[in-house]
Structure formats: C-alpha cells, structure tokens
C-alpha cells in the first residue's frame, strides 16, 4: 500500500506545488487585491468542480460498477460513460458560459462593479474546461480499479503547467481571458493524456453511444456523494460570498490559506484513493485493518503538520509574500485552517471505507451535518465581528 502511495504522493504533490506556484505567481503579480479577486471568483465553480473530482467522487461512485463486469462489458460500459460524461461536460460547460453574469454574481456579490465585465468574460472561457475535467476524471476509474494511480495523480501538473508557464513569462503584462485560455489547455491536456490508457481497455469510438439504462445506475450511485461534495463546496461559496464584503483582497487571501493548508492533506488524499482501491477489492474482514492502517498514518501525517502551521504561519507568509501588500491577515487565517487538519483526514478516509462497502448514504448524512452548521454559524460569526 505506501509504495504505490508514495509515488503517487510524489506525483500529487508536484501538482499541488505547481498549483501553489499558479497562485503565489498570480498574487506577485496582480497584488492582493480587487483584480485578484475578480479572476478567482471567475475561477471559483471550475476550479470547485476540479477539486470534487480530484477527490475521486467519480471514482468512488463508479468503481465497483466495473469492477462488477467482465472484460467485454467494461469496455461497452466505458463508452456508454464516456458518452453521458462527456454531453454532461458540454452542457455544463454552456450553463456557465452563457450565464457568466449571474455566476459572477452568486459567487461574488461583494465584488466592486468595475471588475464585474473582465470577471465575466474570464468565467466564459474557463467553462470550457468542465469537459476535459471530466473526461480525465472518468477514464481513472479504470485505471484506478487495476490499481494503476500515476497517470491520473498527473492531471494535477499538467493542469496547471500552462498556467504556470503564463504567468512566470509575462508576471504584471498578464490578462485574465489570455489566462483563462490556458486553464482550458491545461483541461484538454489532462484529458489527452489518458487517451492511450483507456485504448487499452478497449474503448473506441464505437462503443460511445447514449444506453439509457447504464446512465440512470450511474446517476444513482453518484447521486449521493455528488450531494455530500456540493454540500462541502456550498460552504465554499458562502465564504467567498461573505469574504467579497470584507474588502479588497480577501477573497484572495482566503484561497492562499486553503492552498497552503491543503498541502500537508496530499499525501492523506494518496493514501485515501489507494487505499479506496484495496478495499474495494477485499471483503468486510480485510477492510478492517486496512482502515487502522489508515487512520494510524492520517494521524502521523496530520498532528505534526498542524501544529507546524500553527506554529510557523507567520514565518510562512513572510517568506512566500516579503512585498506583498494585503497579505498581513493570511498567518492568523491559516494558523485557524491548520487547526483542523487532523479531523479533515480522518473524516476522508472513514468516508473512503464506507464507499468502499457501497455505502454511500452514511457519509452523505455525516457531512451534510457538519456543512449545515459550519453555514449556519459563518455568517453569525461574520456579523458578530463587525462584517
């Protein structure tokens, strides 16, 4: 189990450094401030949908509907999904597009109206990465079911490689629909490269066709976890909606303390999907110790890792952001997020172990709860403190 999750570990976590990297290059070269701010409320429902499908919701859902069919069947079931996958993304992709001004609005109401075009024609454009995010995200399952983890633990790099590259060649010359446009490559590139894995596994064009039947056990299956997912990434948008009031900057200051504190989280999101894979695979008795084993290393990663953050943010954001103005509150904000990162593992395996018995309804009803309070007591608690 650690030699296939430590080089996925290492894989995960150059993306998760190239996407560090994506935002600490946004940030030296727009500032902290309202234009930042604009193009990351743009961002938000792309970039939200990325990280529930990086999550292995497709996955976790999926899995072991092909791992239940033979070899013929998986292939016919792979173009089927492939199909329903890939109208979703197109559609998708024109709900967000054509109503980039209402999303822009829902996401960041606060956001002062001068930014509000340039932030609507830079969402137009990254919602055409939906289709690419989720075709990449299908064709894992496969792979992931033969517990083959390199190749989608790479989508992250590619991903953000274009973006990366962008910004490091023209820093404060940058525009947000030049850089939109490189979200989209990075999506397609993602999905490209899986294109000759799931060859193998037998999908070609033929097999890609609308069957009504597959596509209504797979809305079935997938229906509770995406509902656990919206739920977590809800919690998300009312605290951009609410950080969009707080003035310029704080919707970006926000995301970088998401971004550092998720870190020390990508060797638990490795272990988590192999370790998804193996229980899938065993019965009831074998799944037992494999989430000792888990929970064990989750505490191991998380305990040191929090109380490091606590303990360093100010040292941290120092380093990263010397000449920066508007990051002065990012220490106390991650020193918070860091707080919780012991619980936010364990939550994440115990979820895996559940899906891994079919059992998706558990997990649903867990976090729907604490997505419920958390909603409920950020807006007191903004209005408490004078937002």
């Known amino acids: 189990m650690l030699g296939s999750a430590g080089l996925l570990t290492l894989v995960t976590l150059l993306g998760l450094i190239a996407g560090l990297g994506r935002e600490w290059l946004l940030v030296a070269s727009w500032g902290a401030g309202a234009r930042t701010d604009g193009f990351l409320i743009a961002l938000f429902i792309p970039e939200a949908l990325r990280i529930i499908l990086a999550g292995g919701l497709l996955s976790s859902a999926w899995m072991a509907l092909y791992q239940e069919r033979s070899e013929p069947e998986r292939a016919a079931w792979l173009g089927r999904v492939t199909f329903g996958v890939g109208l979703l993304g197109l559609a998708l992709a024109l709900i967000l597009s054509l109503g ?22 830079a969402l137009q454009i990254l919602a055409w990465t939906v289709p690419g995010l989720l075709l990449q995200a299908v064709w894992s399952v496969p792979l992931q079911a033969q517990g083959r983890f390199l190749l989608a633990g790479l989508s992250s790099l590619v991903y953000n490689l274009p973006v ?202 867990c976090e729907t709860s604490g997505n419920l309070a958390q909603a409920v007591t950020l807006p007191l608690l903004a209005w408490l403190y004078g937002a």
């Open 164 to 365: 990366v590259t962008y910004l490091a060649l023209h820093r404060a010359q940058s525009l947000e629909t030049s850089l939109a446009w490189t979200f989209v490559v990075g999506s397609l590139a993602t999905a490209l490269l899986m294109v000759p894995a799931v060859r193998k596994q037998g999908l070609v064009l033929r097999a890609i066709h609308w069957h009504a039947p597959t596509l209504r056990e797979l809305s079935r299956r997938v229906g509770p976890l995406l509902g656990s997912a919206l739920m977590g990434q809800g919690l998300m948008l009312l605290e951009r909606m609410v950080a969009s009031y707080l003035g310029e900057g704080v919707v970006t200051v926000l995301n970088l303390a998401r971004k550092l504190v998720n870190l020390p989280l990508v060797a638990l999101m490795s272990v988590n999907q192999v370790l998804l894979g193996l229980m899938s695979k065993g019965g009831g008795a074998d799944r037992l110790p494999l989430l000792r084993q888990g929970l064990a290393l989750n505490t191991l990663v998380t305990t040191p890792a929090a109380v490091g953050l606590l303990l360093s943010a100010q040292a941290i954001v120092a380093l990263l952001f010397p000449q920066v103005q508007g990051t002065d509150i990012l220490a106390p904000l991650l020193g918070w997020y860091a707080v919780a990162l012991v619980l936010a593992g364990w939550n994440t395996l115990l979820a895996r172990y559940n899906y891994a018995a079919g059992d998706t309804r558990l997990p649903f009803v």
């Open 100 to 121: 980039a001004e209402w999303w822009v609005r829902l996401v960041g109401p606060g956001l002062a109206p001068e930014f509000r075009p340039v932030t609507q024609d």
